[in-house]
């Protein structure tokens, strides 16, 4: 599941932080502050739902 878990983050991560970073562009938050933390945001989310999907696959 390490495996799986790893490729999903990959492409899950970059999903959330790229979708963090839409968000705050859009509500005008643009200051590098903001970026950084909506980005990290992006990244802490990304952890939990790479695991519930991977748990998801891997029980089918």
């Given at each position: 599941?390490?495996?799986?878990g790893a490729?999903?983050?990959?492409f899950?991560?970059?999903t959330?932080?790229?979708?963090?970073l839409v968000?705050a562009?859009?509500?005008?938050?643009?200051?590098?502050?903001?970026?950084?933390?909506s980005?990290l945001?992006g990244?802490?989310?990304?952890?939990?739902?790479?695991?519930?999907?991977a748990k998801?696959i891997?029980?089918?």
């Open positions: 599941m390490l495996n799986l490729i999903l983050h990959l899950i991560g970059a959330l932080t790229g979708s963090g968000v562009l859009v509500s005008g938050f643009d200051s590098p502050k903001m970026l950084i933390a980005a945001i990244l802490l989310i990304s952890f939990p739902v790479t695991y519930w999907v998801a891997y029980s089918e």
